[in-house]
């Protein structure tokens, strides 16, 4: 596996249909579609029930476009979706600026296939066979041939998934899944037969496995996490996150299936509740800046937070995080971005998330992101306002990078603790 360097990434959503017409909010390499030995993903399984995926770090989608000079302004400049704000919940997903992909095997014999482990949707779906070659973003990424598996057994439903420029439409499939050394079996999954749209073009990764709770799932469809556990492939019903900062080293992360891993934090873990089965959702205490005039204004009397892999920045109401970047002194530019003066970072304060009666700090190294656009280094605030209904943060690949993520379903909670 490769290491590439961390790209920039700012929060794209997308909508989703399922066939009954209820409509979800969903965020959102090349190859050839190809066989590989059952060995390549057997070989990271190496504890009984824990099941370890490396993760490969790769430039995002929207950083390609900041470093070519592409405007970005299309891409984010969203509306909310006006169904969003009822009680059902909504899938979170971001295609543009995902950075992080592991790779998992579909069917009998087992087709490899590089994939977004995604905390805010709950889904699993992949470019089908069936995808004519005219259409860019399937000639361009791995696809699933059901033909070619002796496992795969059909199902018949279509599916629809809508976002900002285009659209991904296909139907499901059930067939074999392999995650490490588990073999899930009966495992509903999108075949995906049109794809339009740059995201889904300029993607370097093939597709997307859910990792949120089921009551987000289009069309009801079991998450592959589920499956895993009620299969008794893991030895608890725990997975965990780590995100590797260090841009010199080969491994970009590891998602571990079935417990955490010690060597890949420090001190003790804080836990925290799941306030809503839907995403990765708890409640955050306070947000402030170490020192600052302003310090409490942010998240005032607490606040509901989201932790999403699939998203690297984090992000938080508009006027929040625009009165949060002027404070630490960033200057608003074309495209809803901030910039710091990359000469000042030294000079930066601590951000602190209080969690659980815990503060979790952020330096400037953590949240300001170097980007080279057209031969100059750019410095980028890693905070970006989104107003979701409830006014909602999300805190992505910023933060998770930081600490050390635990996912807990045994026990409907999340832990966070320093990375090493």
Known sequence: ???????????????????????????FTLGLALLLPLSLL??????????????????????Q?????????????????????????VPLTNYLDVEYYGLIGLGTPPQV??????????NLWVPSAKCPSTVSACAIHRKYDNSKSSTYRAD???????????????FLSSDVTRVGGAYITDQILGEVTNEEGVAMVAAKFDGIMGLAYPSISVDNVKPVFDNMVSQGLVAEAVFSVYLNRDPSAELGGEILFGGIDKKYYKGNVTYVPVTRKAYWQFHVDGLSIVGGRTSGAYCNKGC????????????????EVKQLNTELGAIP????EYIFDCDAL?????????????????????????????????CISGFSGIDLPGGLWILGDVFIGRFYTIFDRENDRLGFADSV
């Open 1 to 27: 596996l490769y290491r590439h360097i961390r790209g920039l990434a700012a929060r794209y959503f997308c909508g989703i249909q399922n066939t009954t017409g209820q409509r979800f909010t969903m965020k």
């Open 113 to 122: 296939f590089r994939v977004v482990f995604d905390t805010g949707s709950s």
């Open 333 to 336: 530019v074309q495209g809803g």
């Open 42 to 63: 057997t070989l990271q399984g190496t504890d009984a029930r824990r099941l370890r995926i490396p993760l490969t770090r790769f430039i995002s989608a929207r950083r």
């Open 65 to 89: 476009l900041i470093e070519n000079g592409t405007p970005r302004e299309p891409f984010l400049k969203r509306p909310v979706n006006a169904s969003a704000v009822g009680p059902a919940p």
């Open 346 to 378: 030294d000079s930066l304060p601590d951000i602190e998330y209080k969690i659980a009666g815990r503060g979790f700090r952020l330096t400037a190294k953590d949240y300001v992101i170097k980007v080279d656009s057209q031969g100059q280094t750019v």
């Open 304 to 319: 509901e937070a989201i932790a999403d892999t699939g998203t690297s920045l984090i992000t938080g109401p508009s006027k």
């Open 156 to 170: 018949g439903r279509s599916f629809v998934v809508q976002y900002g420029s285009g659209k991904v439409e296909g």
